[in-house]
C-alpha cells in the first residue's frame, strides 16, 4: 500500500465535514458578487454522500436533496437532485454568469434550451450556457427528478432571498423582480 504525504491526510480527513453556511443577506447584485468571492475563498471539502441522507430544501411544488452546496465547494458548484411536482414551471429565463445543467433521472420532462424544446425522460441532459432562454417543468402529471448543479455556485440563494421577501408580507411584481435579479435569475416574462 502507497503510503500517503502529510497533505493528503489533511486533505482526506475534511471529507464529509460539515460546513458553516456563509450568513450573508442578498439585497443587490454586488451583494452576490461579493457572496461569491466569500465562496471562493473557502475550502473545497471532499464529499461522499448518498441522496437519502443530503440536506433537503422544499419550495413550491419541488423539493432540492443538496448533493453539494456552495460553501463545500469553494463556490465553483452547487448540485442537487430537484424534483418538481406537477404545477411547477419555471418559465423562459437565463443567467448572465453561471451555466446551468440537467439530468433526468426519473420521469419526464418538458425543457427549453434556446430555440429547442423536447420531452426527455431518463438520461435526457441539458447544458444552459450563460444568457442562454431556458425553461422547465414536469411532463405527464407526474414528478420529474433531476440531476440539476451550477456553476459557479450561489444558485441555491434565491429561495433565501424569496423567503425573506414573503416574510415582508404582501410583495409588488417589482420587488419580486429585483430579487431574483439580484441572483442572476432574469424572466422574460418581466420583458413583456
Not at 451583494?31 to 461569491?36: G, N, Q, S, T, W
Not at 414536469?138 to 416574510?167: M, V
Request: aromatic share 10%; glycine share 10%.
Amino acid at each position: 500500500m502507497k503510503v500517503k504525504g502529510q497533505k493528503t491526510l489533511e486533505t482526506d480527513a475534511r471529507t464529509n465535514q460539515a460546513a458553516s453556511p456563509v450568513p450573508f443577506d442578498i439585497d443587490s447584485h454586488d451583494d452576490y458578487v461579493r457572496l461569491r468571492e466569500e465562496f471562493a475563498r473557502m475550502p473545497k471539502i471532499p464529499t461522499l454522500v448518498h441522496v437519502d441522507e443530503a440536506p433537503v430544501a422544499k419550495g413550491s411544488n419541488r423539493t432540492y436533496n443538496w448533493l453539494l452546496t456552495s460553501e463545500q465547494s469553494g463556490g465553483s458548484i452547487a448540485l442537487h437532485v430537484l424534483t418538481v411536482e406537477p404545477g411547477f414551471t419555471a418559465s423562459d429565463h437565463h443567467h448572465s454568469n453561471e451555466e446551468e445543467f440537467f439530468f433526468v433521472l426519473d420521469g419526464e420532462i418538458e425543457i427549453t434550451v434556446g430555440n429547442k424544446t423536447t420531452i426527455g425522460g431518463p438520461g435526457t441532459f441539458a447544458y444552459v450556457p450563460p444568457f442562454a432562454t431556458h425553461a422547465f417543468k414536469p411532463h405527464g402529471g407526474k414528478p420529474c427528478r433531476i440531476l440539476h448543479w451550477n456553476s459557479p455556485g450561489g444558485h441555491e440563494r434565491l429561495g433565501e432571498g424569496l423567503q425573506r421577501l414573503a416574510r415582508k408580507g404582501p410583495s409588488t411584481r417589482d420587488e419580486g423582480r429585483k430579487v431574483r435579479e439580484d441572483h442572476e435569475y432574469f424572466f422574460h416574462e418581466y420583458d413583456e
